[in-house]
């Protein structure tokens, strides 16, 4: 059933499992000698595709009904592969991977679909590189990779300058098959999941905050111990729904299991920055990571905002649905420092700000920064979508159906498989 601006979003709602945790927990329990137990993995096409890399390089991975069991095997004991890997539109799953693989003594091939082979590498690579392993990329960035990786890799020291919690990761994977203390310095925090399931998995890390930086230090004198796992809802795909509730006043909403880590939730901080109507009505922490009910029930419009450079990495993902909210919301909205939205699986920010026009709404860029002219009218909307097969571009302005007036036309919606398969299911569910 297609949204209208007569729609209300109401219901109780589980997102589905967070991608970039079900990501990272196919990895790690990958490395940890013996059975692991991993509930709710989000079955993207991106999840699929690193969990075939996996099995790939000797991992042994069976799904029962709803779980999936991984048996794992050492840090240094992948096989090499014995075709190219294809990692699809995951930047996630290849970053990682290269992390993982660049510490053992194989070879591979890593590829993708013709947005990932448009995505710069180098800003991962130029990190490996110094720890032994080779690489080979087209104009030394891009992939498809050709990577020789090494059995003697070099511990040293990382500054992590770019706010990339993959090229965080990558490292830390990397780490797995290294010899002596690893350090790493992020200058602007990014998610911590890696952090978070290699303490509940017993390895050798300490995690230092202070004013200026994040200070990590890895040692691999401890194995990694198998898991339980059940994988959190994931809140940047929760993030259209809520975003949709806080935009129509008369919504009501309960989101059940969320994740709630901090360096996810950024959004939810803007939109009640906003007069999102947002309140959590339950928290528990598992495997250190907080998870959390919350209820929406929106009660007035919404108000425009400034978004800060240094607010923006930890909601970057969230940016196409929030200039949803933002058009619907009264004043001008600026969002700043958005440059890393122009290497994301496309350029998000050129997309979004072409779509807002399309659909009605003023808008501009300058110097990296959206400017978004917002109102409670709503929009003329009947424009053709250009979204390159960019999953978060296609749902947002999927969203934006509910604050337009004749319904916009979306060709091609395959690509939300990457990420949240049941997308259109939900939505009728919820909105109506």
């Not at 922490?285 to 240094?310: F, G, Y």
């Amino acid at each position: 059933m297609p949204l209208s601006h007569l729609s209300k979003i109401k219901g109780t709602y589980y997102p589905p499992g967070d991608k970039s945790i079900s990501h990272r927990i196919l990895i790690l329990a990958g490395q940890a000698v013996g059975k692991s137990k991993i509930s709710n993995l989000l079955e993207g096409e991106d999840v699929i595709n690193t969990l075939n890399a996996m099995k790939l390089f000797g991992v042994q991975i069976i799904k029962k009904e709803k779980d999936h069991f991984v048996f794992g095997i050492p840090p240094g004991g992948l096989i090499q592969p014995n075709k190219t890997i294809n990692f699809g539109n995951s930047g996630t799953g290849i970053r990682l991977i290269l992390g993982l693989i660049s510490s053992n003594n194989i070879k591979a091939y890593l590829t993708g679909d013709k947005s990932l082979c448009k995505r710069p590498m180098k800003r991962v690579t130029e990190h490996l590189s110094r720890i032994g392993a080779k690489f080979e990329m087209k104009k030394d960035t891009f992939p498809p990779i050709k990577l020789k990786g090494t059995g003697k890799a070099v511990p040293l020291s990382f500054n992590i300058l770019i706010p990339s919690a993959q090229i965080k990761s990558a490292i830390m994977l990397s780490a797995l098959n290294t010899n002596g203390v690893i350090k790493i310095k992020e200058f602007k925090s990014t998610r911590d999941h890696t952090e978070n399931m290699l303490k509940s998995m017993g390895y050798n890390i300490k995690v230092k905050e202070v004013s200026k930086y994040r200070f990590i230090e890895m040692k691999n004198n401890k194995e990694l111990n198998t898991i339980r796992y059940t994988v959190p809802g994931d809140p940047s795909s929760a993030a259209f729904f809520i975003t949709a509730a806080c935009m129509k006043p008369g919504s009501k909403l309960i989101v059940k299991n969320i994740l709630f880590n901090k360096t996810r939730i950024g959004f939810i901080k803007t939109l009640k920055s906003m007069g999102g109507n947002i309140k959590i009505i339950r928290k528990k922490r598992v495997h250190n990571e907080l998870i959390a009910d919350l209820k929406i029930q929106q009660n007035k419009i919404l108000n425009s905002i400034t978004l800060m450079p240094d607010e923006v990495p930890l909601q970057i993902d969230e940016i196409p649905i929030l200039s949803i909210a933002a058009s619907f919301a009264d004043g001008l909205t600026i969002f700043k420092g958005l440059r890393e939205l122009t290497v994301k699986e496309s350029n998000r920010l050129l997309l979004i700000n072409e779509n807002l026009k399309r659909i009605g709404v003023n808008s501009k860029i300058k110097n990296y920064d959206l400017y978004i002219y917002g109102n409670q009218e709503l929009k003329k909307g009947g424009a053709i979508i250009k979204h390159e097969y960019d999953h978060r571009i296609l749902m947002s302005f999927y969203i934006a159906n509910i604050i337009c007036k004749k319904n916009n036309i979306i060709n091609n919606k395959s690509c939300v498989k990457t990420s949240y398969p049941t997308f259109f299911k939900h939505t009728s569910e919820f909105i109506n």
